[in-house]
């Protein structure tokens, strides 16, 4: 009787350790579950084909997401334009808005008096040009929009959100499939707690009753099952199994907590340092309205959007405000014929390789997807992590811009017979491994 209780303890410890062992391999996957899931190519498939009567909507989510999303949110939370919450009833009107998305500038140039006031309300800002879109997907993104995002629609994460990826374009968020997959992770885990808790507590009381027991003259006796049943739970929370879980549970959160710092070295979201001159992007780009290329000028053309040397600002600093501290400091730099050392806000690794005029001037891309809303930053703080989730994770979101581009018309007509989807970047090569690294 005394051997067979041994040996239950015995196997009892053992269903015991590979229990922890799960549950440490379980933190693992899940702590691990995040960049694997971004890797994972099945998230834009899961997407619903548009059919029915609620395609229109649909189509309309899936147009406004990838188009529109960057700037405008459907409530009334002004992003880059305003929010668009009932935006139909506070327009001229279904034409008008049809006009206005295909080419708002046009619009205002007619002297159309709500466009101007729409214009000079928002600071100016160029909303871009939709010449491609149809009646019909226009009409769709304006049944989106007056619909509301309904949670019926599957959503792909916070687009419209005000989150620290930028506006919208950029947030990592992770897709429906990934998710299913983190829920069950975590269930798993649960379950396994509890089962090691389970065990813990009958390993405690059996080992406990068959251990012997030192009576008060000093011999060792075989304890009685029943009277150890009872002492035994007061006594787990001084016994050694106890405190190897407590190590164990330690251990986990200290391997967690490492494998999170490990993922996050290197990202540099909200970094914002403080420059060598008070230079303010809120002053320059918002308030004066200085076009970023006249800065930037290498963001169309090339890799690099570069940083503007010294005798650009001269430009306009060789006349205003010169008297300024912060103004004479740019007069020594070139004095001294020395550049001024502005801190690097954005550095990707070297092993990563991305082009600007790609993404700004082929793709289309507003700087403020990536960077935010430069224009309102007194200092610039980098908005987005720069992971390579987050390339990705845009990738597989956003549509080609193919129009008046003949290097893709063979492309968009070769995807057109295989697939119904727009053409992603992820369809032209843009989760190819050699196409981000050297
Ligand atoms: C690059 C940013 C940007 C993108 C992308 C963009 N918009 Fe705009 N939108 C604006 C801005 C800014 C305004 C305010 C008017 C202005 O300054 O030209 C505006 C104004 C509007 C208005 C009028 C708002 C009002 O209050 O009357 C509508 C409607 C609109 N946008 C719809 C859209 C739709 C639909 C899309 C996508 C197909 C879109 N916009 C994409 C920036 C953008
Ligand atoms: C008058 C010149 C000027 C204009 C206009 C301007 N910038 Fe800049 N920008 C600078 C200078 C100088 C720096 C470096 C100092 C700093 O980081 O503030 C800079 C830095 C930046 C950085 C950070 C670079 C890094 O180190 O990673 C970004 C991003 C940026 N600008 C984007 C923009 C965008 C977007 C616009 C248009 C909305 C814009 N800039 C307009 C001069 C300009
Ligand atoms: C297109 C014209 C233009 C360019 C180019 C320009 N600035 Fe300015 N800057 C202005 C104007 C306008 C003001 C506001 C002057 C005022 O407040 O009276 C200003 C103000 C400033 C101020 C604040 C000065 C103070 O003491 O109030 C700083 C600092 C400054 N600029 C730095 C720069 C730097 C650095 C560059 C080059 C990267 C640059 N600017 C390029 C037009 C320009
Ligand atoms: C698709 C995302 C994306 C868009 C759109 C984008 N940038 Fe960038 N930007 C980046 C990334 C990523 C880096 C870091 C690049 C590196 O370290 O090699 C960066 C870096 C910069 C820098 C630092 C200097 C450099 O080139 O490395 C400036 C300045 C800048 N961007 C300005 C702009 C301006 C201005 C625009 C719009 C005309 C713009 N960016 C559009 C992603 C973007
Ligand atoms: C806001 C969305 C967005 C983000 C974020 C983004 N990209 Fe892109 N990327 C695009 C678009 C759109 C294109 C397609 C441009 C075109 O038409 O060629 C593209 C194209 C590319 C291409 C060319 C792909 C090909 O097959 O021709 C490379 C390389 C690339 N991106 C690298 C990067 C890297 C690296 C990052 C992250 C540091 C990044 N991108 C982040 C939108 C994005
Ligand atoms: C759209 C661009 C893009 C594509 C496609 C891409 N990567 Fe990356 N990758 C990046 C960027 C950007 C970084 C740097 C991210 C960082 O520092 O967090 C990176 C980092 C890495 C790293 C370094 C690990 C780390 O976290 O710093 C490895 C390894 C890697 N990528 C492998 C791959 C492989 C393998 C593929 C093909 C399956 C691939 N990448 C496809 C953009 C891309």
């Given at each position: 009787?005394?051997?067979?209780?041994?040996?239950?303890?015995?196997?009892?410890?053992?269903?015991?350790?590979?229990?922890?062992?799960?549950?440490?391999?379980?933190?693992?996957?899940?702590?691990?579950?995040?960049?694997?899931?971004?890797?994972?190519?099945?998230?834009?498939?899961?997407?619903?084909?548009?059919?029915?009567?609620?395609?229109?909507?649909?189509?309309?989510?899936?147009?406004?997401?990838?188009?529109?999303?960057?700037?405008?949110?459907?409530?009334?939370?002004?992003?880059?334009?305003?929010?668009?919450?009932?935006?139909?009833?506070?327009?001229?009107?279904?034409?008008?808005?049809?006009?206005?998305?295909?080419?708002?500038?046009?619009?205002?140039?007619?002297?159309?008096?709500?466009?101007?006031?729409?214009?000079?309300?928002?600071?100016?800002?160029?909303?871009?040009?939709?010449?491609?879109?149809?009646?019909?997907?226009?009409?769709?993104?304006?049944?989106?929009?007056?619909?509301?995002?309904?949670?019926?629609?599957?959503?792909?994460?916070?687009?419209?959100?005000?989150?620290?990826?930028?506006?919208?374009?950029?947030?990592?968020?992770?897709?429906?499939?990934?998710e299913l997959f983190t829920f069950v992770l975590i269930a798993l885990l649960v379950i396994m707690l509890l089962v090691l808790g389970v065990l813990l507590v009958i390993v405690t009381i059996l080992s406990k009753a068959v251990s012997p027991v030192t009576t008060t003259d000093g011999t060792q006796?075989?304890?009685?099952?029943?009277?150890?049943?009872?002492?035994?739970?007061?006594?787990?929370?001084?016994?050694?199994?106890?405190?190897?879980?407590?190590?164990?549970?330690?251990?986990?959160?200290?391997?967690?907590?490492?494998?999170?710092?490990?993922?996050?070295?290197?990202?540099?979201?909200?970094?914002?340092?403080?420059?060598?001159?008070?230079?303010?992007?809120?002053?320059?780009?918002?308030?004066y309205k200085i076009d970023c290329n006249y800065c930037h000028t290498g963001a169309q053309k090339g890799k690099s959007a570069t940083i503007p040397a010294a005798n650009i600002c001269m430009n306009c600093h060789g006349v205003i405000k010169k008297e300024s501290p912060e103004i004479q400091k740019?007069?020594?730099?070139?004095?001294?014929?020395?550049?001024?050392?502005?801190?690097?806000?954005?550095?990707?690794?070297?092993?990563?390789?991305?082009?600007?005029?790609?993404?700004?001037?082929?793709?289309?891309?507003?700087?403020?997807?990536?960077?935010?809303?430069?224009?309102?930053?007194?200092?610039?703080?980098?908005?987005?992590?720069?992971?390579?989730?987050?390339?990705?994770?845009c990738h597989r979101r956003t549509e080609v811009n193919t129009k008046d581009n003949a290097y893709y018309d063979k492309l968009v007509a070769l995807h057109r017979k295989e697939s119904k989807e727009p053409l992603k970047v992820a369809n032209i090569g843009g989760l190819e491994c050699s196409k981000?690294?050297?």
């Open positions: 009787m005394l051997i067979h209780s041994i040996n239950i303890v015995q196997k009892m410890s053992c269903l015991y350790k590979l229990c922890g062992a799960v549950v440490l391999s379980l933190m693992l996957l899940l702590s691990n579950s995040q960049v694997k899931a971004q890797d994972s190519a099945s998230a834009p498939a899961a997407a619903a084909p548009a059919g029915g009567g609620g395609g229109d909507v649909e189509k309309g989510k899936t147009l406004f997401t990838n188009n529109c999303a960057q700037c405008h949110s459907i409530t009334a939370e002004k992003v880059v334009g305003p929010g668009l919450k009932g935006i139909e009833s506070r327009t001229p009107g279904k034409d008008w808005l049809h006009k206005w998305i295909r080419n708002s500038s046009a619009v205002i140039a007619s002297g159309d008096a709500y466009a101007n006031q729409v214009f000079n309300a928002n600071g100016k800002v160029q909303m871009s040009s939709f010449p491609s879109l149809s009646d019909a997907d226009i009409d769709g993104i304006l049944a989106y929009i007056a619909q509301g995002d309904k949670p019926a629609v599957a959503s792909t994460g916070g687009d419209t959100s005000k989150n620290t990826e930028g506006t919208g374009g950029g947030s990592a968020s992770v897709g429906g499939p990934s006796i075989p304890s009685s099952f029943g009277q150890r049943m009872k002492t035994g739970l007061s006594d787990a929370f001084n016994n050694p199994t106890l405190r190897s879980v407590v190590i164990w549970l330690f251990l986990l959160v200290v391997t967690k907590a490492t494998i999170d710092g490990a993922y996050s070295v290197g990202i540099q979201q909200g970094y914002a340092p403080k420059q060598p001159i008070a230079y303010s992007h809120k002053l320059h780009a918002g308030q740019i007069y020594t730099a070139i004095e001294n014929n020395q550049p001024i050392e502005w801190i690097r806000v954005h550095n990707l690794p070297d092993l990563a390789y991305f082009n600007h005029a790609q993404h700004v001037n082929v793709g289309n891309v507003a700087c403020q997807t990536c960077h935010g809303e430069i224009e309102k930053m007194e200092v610039v703080e980098a908005r987005s992590s720069l992971t390579m989730g987050w390339c990705i994770d981000c690294h050297y």
